[in-house]
């Protein structure tokens, strides 16, 4: 399974654009990246996944670079409710019983 | 996409009691279902694999006759945490995979262990 790595925190303010990049350097060729949202006290949630090059749905981007080798979640114009942990995870998405491992997480406090 | 439904969110118990967490599938059948832990401030670790009609699969470390996991219905698993101690004391979350070529993980509300 591919490991990831991410800053443990970052901070932001209202309206700016926060990117943040995991790092799996040994992602394999089937694997997708996803990343996901968690707020306390709450289980995670799906915001964007992908394979390759760039992603976009209506709550943020993802950028991968050709080698795969790591991936940049990009929120735009955050707010004080995008304050939560992200985490990125990489893992095969056709093999539905296939388990994914989670990392350390990146933990985004946005301040007004 | 896929609902997930945990219950109960929230459970207090002696020290030496068992308890039950179900997480149903609401949505679609799901043969596998995943069961993470998470301690306060950290990530999500994942425990155990729930692989409908068949034994569960743990990760290393994790004890399998103390975290008994059942998955007897493609809807539903169960985690029972037996003689539960306080260092039990935890946020267990339920996920399973979406099904098509995304495979996301989508994930229960999780549910609050406090042993007293």
């Known amino acids: 399974l591919a490991k990831t790595t991410q800053p443990i925190s970052m901070d932001s303010y209202e309206g700016q654009e926060v990117n943040i990049t995991c790092s799996h350097n040994?992602?394999?060729?089937?694997?997708?990246i996803t990343w996901y949202q968690q707020f306390p006290s709450q289980g995670p949630r799906f915001i964007i996944q992908g394979y390759k090059t760039k992603v976009t749905n209506e709550v943020a981007s993802l950028f991968i670079p050709a080698d795969r080798k790591s991936s940049t979640l990009s929120l735009p114009r955050v707010s004080l409710s995008d304050t939560a942990v992200y985490y990125c995870l990489v893992g095969d998405a056709a093999n539905q019983g296939g388990k994914l491992i989670f990392g350390q997480g990146t933990e985004l406090s946005v301040k007004p | 996409g896929a609902v997930v439904s945990q219950h109960p969110s929230r459970v207090i118990c002696k020290s030496g009691t068992s308890v039950k967490i179900e997480c149903r599938s609401l949505?679609?059948?799901?043969?596998?279902m995943f069961w993470y832990r998470q301690f306060p401030k950290q990530s999500l670790m994942l425990m155990a694999t729930s692989n409908e009609g068949s034994k569960a699969t743990y990760e290393q470390g994790v004890e399998k006759d103390k975290f008994l996991i059942n998955h007897a219905s493609l809807t539903l698993s169960t985690l029972t945490v037996t003689s539960a101690h306080p260092e039990d004391s935890s946020f267990y979350i339920c996920s399973l995979r979406g099904q098509g070529h995304t495979g996301e993980l989508f994930f229960g509300e999780g549910s609050r262990l406090t042993v007293l």
């Open positions: 949505d679609f059948q799901a043969t596998t």
């Open positions: 040994n992602i394999a060729t089937n694997d997708y």
